[in-house]
């Protein structure tokens, strides 16, 4: 039996946490986004109009780190939207920032492309508690994220994305394990190249920023990189499902003053339409912006138009084709 000593640890216990820190430390000491920039020493003494120009030269790093990983981003993108097309959900998986970044993207998806709050959704490591405050060990336990998914009844018709600037969170790299068990697509979003996560998925997305403008702190480049991509996923896939026409958002819904002002600005942008006629449509179509310009393009009733929009799994174009 192990003795304890003077100080009331066990010594087998405390020579494997020494172990594991010294694993860590290794670990980390590889990753880019730890790296420290020693030409940035001095920012405590520069100007604060210097440092803001020193920071958003650091900035336009990002973009270009992002372009390069098109290709995988595009695949993302046509994975997610096959799987919404099946009726899948796409989940956001993130501890910290990380997690946020997928939380602020699921939650802006229904009032900006009139989807079920189910259809995108994010957890976060340490729940709910964690949008706002810091759960630091959360992002340590390995289960949670399948056990969430798993209550998400979670199905090979779903995405998951897993977001970590490190590559190597265990929350997300357990809740990509669960996924792929299940047949679930999984796309990695790390800030390191030859990350664990990009290993874990099926899709890796390594935008690669480098060290952070303030050494470790990935809420800055890594951050952002990580919101240019969920941003891309969510927003390409909507398209690819007929959310947009011409560029412009279609799929919204007239349920209070603003967004009704702002259906009928759209339905006379787009077609043309006097405000009477707009409202007109508007009204008939039950407040669906993509139903009201599918009968002003066409003359088209309510009753005959709604049916062949379904008919065209929604998109805009299709449907005015197939009544013209």
Do not use: W
């Not at 920071?55 to 939207?81: F, H, K, Y």
């Amino acid at each position: 039996m192990p003795t304890e000593n003077a100080s009331g640890a066990d010594p087998a216990r405390a020579a494997e946490e020494d172990d594991r820190l010294a694993a860590l430390i290794g670990e980390l000491s590889h990753l880019s986004t730890e790296q420290a920039d020693t030409s940035r020493g001095d920012l405590d003494l520069l100007p604060t109009l210097d440092l803001v120009r020193a920071m958003n030269a650091e900035d336009r790093r990002i973009p270009e780190a992002v372009a390069a990983q098109a290709e995988n981003i595009a695949a993302a993108v046509d994975g997610i939207t096959e799987r919404f097309r099946r009726g899948g959900r796409l989940v956001y998986l993130g501890a910290g920032t990380a997690g946020r970044v997928g939380v602020l993207d699921a939650s802006e998806c229904p009032p900006t492309f009139g989807t079920d709050p189910d259809m995108v959704v994010g957890l976060i490591a340490g729940g709910e508690t964690a949008i706002r405050n810091a759960v630091e060990n959360a992002e340590d336990d390995d289960r949670a994220a399948a056990e969430s998914l798993r209550a998400l009844h979670l199905g090979a018709d779903d995405t998951v994305v897993g977001i970590s600037a490190s590559g190597r969170t265990p929350y997300v790299l357990g809740g990509l394990a669960y996924a792929h068990e299940v047949g679930a697509l999984t796309v990695a979003i790390a800030a390191n190249a030859g990350s664990a996560i990009g290993a874990a998925a099926d899709v890796p997305i390594e935008v690669v920023v480098g060290p952070e403008f303030v050494t470790g702190s990935t809420r800055l480049k890594a951050g952002t990189a990580q919101k240019l991509v969920v941003n891309m996923l969510s927003t390409l896939s909507m398209i690819r499902l007929g959310k947009t026409y011409r560029g412009v958002m279609v799929d919204l819904r007239a349920t209070n003053e603003k967004l009704r002002a702002r259906s009928v600005r759209t339905l006379i942008q787009l077609s043309g339409a006097s405000q009477e006629d707009a409202v007109r449509a508007l009204a008939e179509a039950d407040g669906s912006v993509k139903l009201a310009l599918l009968l002003l393009f066409t003359d088209a009733s309510a009753e005959t138009a709604a049916p062949a929009l379904a008919a065209a799994d929604g998109i805009l174009r299709d449907a005015i084709a197939a009544l013209s």
